[in-house]
Protein backbone atom coordinates (compact mmCIF):
# COMPACT_ATOMS: atom_id res chain seq x y z
CA UNK A 1 0.00 0.00 0.00
CA UNK A 2 1.36 3.54 -1.26
CA UNK A 3 -1.17 5.62 0.91
CA UNK A 4 1.72 5.99 3.66
CA UNK A 5 3.81 7.80 0.79
CA UNK A 6 1.01 10.47 0.17
CA UNK A 7 0.04 10.56 3.70
CA UNK A 8 3.64 11.92 3.99
CA UNK A 9 3.38 14.16 1.13
CA UNK A 10 0.72 15.68 2.47
CA UNK A 11 1.92 16.46 5.81
CA UNK A 12 4.63 17.90 4.38
CA UNK A 13 2.94 20.49 1.53
CA UNK A 14 1.03 21.66 4.63
CA UNK A 15 3.99 22.22 6.53
CA UNK A 16 5.51 23.71 4.08
CA UNK A 17 2.39 25.90 2.53
CA UNK A 18 2.28 27.06 6.43
CA UNK A 19 5.78 27.97 6.33
CA UNK A 20 5.55 29.87 3.32
CA UNK A 21 1.92 31.66 4.28
CA UNK A 22 4.17 32.79 7.20
CA UNK A 23 7.22 33.98 5.33
CA UNK A 24 4.95 36.38 2.91
CA UNK A 25 3.07 37.44 6.36
CA UNK A 26 6.20 38.76 7.67
CA UNK A 27 7.53 40.20 4.59
CA UNK A 28 4.31 42.07 3.23
CA UNK A 29 3.03 43.98 7.05
CA UNK A 30 2.21 47.21 4.56
CA UNK A 31 -0.18 45.12 3.22
CA UNK A 32 -2.42 44.30 6.31
CA UNK A 33 -4.96 41.92 4.41
CA UNK A 34 -1.96 40.10 3.55
CA UNK A 35 0.20 39.87 6.71
CA UNK A 36 -3.00 38.89 8.89
CA UNK A 37 -5.20 36.61 6.47
CA UNK A 38 -1.35 34.96 5.53
CA UNK A 39 -1.02 34.38 8.97
CA UNK A 40 -4.32 32.95 9.79
CA UNK A 41 -4.06 30.66 6.66
CA UNK A 42 -0.77 29.33 8.17
CA UNK A 43 -2.54 28.41 10.81
CA UNK A 44 -5.09 26.56 8.80
CA UNK A 45 -2.24 24.62 7.47
CA UNK A 46 -0.86 23.82 10.78
CA UNK A 47 -4.40 22.17 11.85
CA UNK A 48 -4.39 20.72 8.34
CA UNK A 49 -0.99 18.96 9.29
CA UNK A 50 -2.32 17.76 13.17
CA UNK A 51 -5.20 16.09 11.97
CA UNK A 52 -3.09 14.01 9.81
CA UNK A 53 -1.45 12.68 12.94
CA UNK A 54 -3.66 10.11 13.67
CA UNK A 55 -3.95 9.03 10.15
CA UNK A 56 -0.29 8.79 9.80
CA UNK A 57 0.19 6.67 13.01
CA UNK A 58 -2.55 4.31 11.76
CA UNK A 59 -1.28 3.41 8.42
CA UNK A 60 2.21 4.77 9.17
CA UNK A 61 4.27 7.38 7.16
CA UNK A 62 6.85 6.88 4.61
CA UNK A 63 9.62 8.19 3.08
CA UNK A 64 11.51 5.33 1.82
CA UNK A 65 9.65 6.42 -2.04
CA UNK A 66 11.67 8.64 -3.89
CA UNK A 67 8.48 9.93 -6.13
CA UNK A 68 7.41 12.20 -3.35
CA UNK A 69 10.59 13.84 -3.01
CA UNK A 70 10.19 14.69 -6.75
CA UNK A 71 6.84 16.20 -5.95
CA UNK A 72 7.06 18.24 -3.06
CA UNK A 73 7.66 21.44 -4.04
CA UNK A 74 10.08 24.10 -1.37
CA UNK A 75 8.92 26.67 0.95
CA UNK A 76 9.35 30.25 0.07
CA UNK A 77 12.46 30.92 1.00
CA UNK A 78 12.73 34.95 1.38
CA UNK A 79 9.74 36.90 -0.21
CA UNK A 80 10.32 39.55 -2.25
CA UNK A 81 9.31 43.31 -1.54
CA UNK A 82 7.20 45.93 -3.91
CA UNK A 83 4.17 45.38 -5.69
CA UNK A 84 5.97 43.03 -8.49
CA UNK A 85 7.18 40.98 -4.98
CA UNK A 86 4.17 40.32 -3.60
CA UNK A 87 2.63 39.35 -6.87
CA UNK A 88 4.88 36.88 -7.09
CA UNK A 89 4.88 35.54 -3.56
CA UNK A 90 1.07 35.42 -3.96
CA UNK A 91 1.63 33.45 -6.71
CA UNK A 92 4.45 31.18 -4.96
CA UNK A 93 2.04 30.55 -2.45
CA UNK A 94 -0.78 29.72 -5.31
CA UNK A 95 1.32 26.67 -6.55
CA UNK A 96 2.08 25.61 -3.47
CA UNK A 97 -1.44 25.21 -2.19
CA UNK A 98 -2.16 23.86 -5.59
CA UNK A 99 -0.14 20.93 -5.01
CA UNK A 100 -1.76 20.68 -1.32
CA UNK A 101 -5.07 21.02 -2.77
CA UNK A 102 -4.09 17.80 -5.42
CA UNK A 103 -2.52 15.95 -2.86
CA UNK A 104 -5.83 16.37 -0.49
CA UNK A 105 -7.57 15.21 -3.72
CA UNK A 106 -5.40 11.71 -4.41
CA UNK A 107 -5.52 10.68 -0.62
CA UNK A 108 -9.67 11.74 -0.43
CA UNK A 109 -9.85 8.74 -3.59
CA UNK A 110 -7.83 6.36 -1.64
CA UNK A 111 -9.67 6.82 1.88
CA UNK A 112 -13.17 6.16 -0.78
CA UNK A 113 -11.62 3.12 -1.39
CA UNK A 114 -10.68 1.97 2.20
CA UNK A 115 -14.14 3.09 3.30
CA UNK A 116 -11.85 4.84 6.00
CA UNK A 117 -14.84 7.29 7.28
CA UNK A 118 -12.55 8.73 9.78
CA UNK A 119 -10.06 9.88 7.25
CA UNK A 120 -12.90 11.05 4.80
CA UNK A 121 -14.11 13.38 7.38
CA UNK A 122 -11.25 15.05 8.46
CA UNK A 123 -10.13 14.96 4.51
CA UNK A 124 -13.72 17.07 3.84
CA UNK A 125 -12.61 20.17 6.17
CA UNK A 126 -9.27 20.33 5.31
CA UNK A 127 -9.80 20.08 1.39
CA UNK A 128 -12.84 22.71 1.89
CA UNK A 129 -10.23 25.12 3.66
CA UNK A 130 -7.77 24.94 0.95
CA UNK A 131 -10.16 25.18 -1.42
CA UNK A 132 -10.79 28.39 -0.40
CA UNK A 133 -7.10 29.36 0.52
CA UNK A 134 -6.91 28.82 -3.59
CA UNK A 135 -9.37 30.99 -4.27
CA UNK A 136 -8.22 34.03 -1.87
CA UNK A 137 -4.66 34.32 -3.27
CA UNK A 138 -6.63 34.09 -6.90
CA UNK A 139 -8.79 36.96 -6.12
CA UNK A 140 -5.53 38.66 -4.55
CA UNK A 141 -3.34 38.21 -7.50
CA UNK A 142 -6.37 39.52 -9.64
CA UNK A 143 -6.33 43.02 -7.41
CA UNK A 144 -2.54 42.91 -7.49
CA UNK A 145 -1.71 42.62 -10.70
CA UNK A 146 -2.74 46.11 -12.71
CA UNK A 147 -1.10 48.00 -9.28
CA UNK A 148 2.24 45.57 -10.38
CA UNK A 149 2.24 45.47 -13.98
CA UNK A 150 1.16 48.36 -14.51
CA UNK A 151 1.22 51.14 -12.58
CA UNK A 152 4.88 50.17 -10.39
CA UNK A 153 7.67 51.31 -11.82
Known amino acids: MKLPVYLTLLAESESTLADSFRKVA ?3 GDEPDVHFLCLTL ?3 CDDH ?3 LDPV ?3 YGGSTTDDEPERLQADAIEEARSGPLGLLRDLQDLYLLASLTDVTWTMVKQAAQALRDA ?3 TIIAG ?4 TSV ?3 WLMTRMK ?3 PQALIAAS
Open 126 to 129: CEHE
Open 143 to 145: QSA
Open 42 to 44: AKQ
Open 133 to 135: QLR
Open 56 to 58: IDR
Open 49 to 51: RKK
Open 26 to 28: DAH
Open 118 to 120: DLL
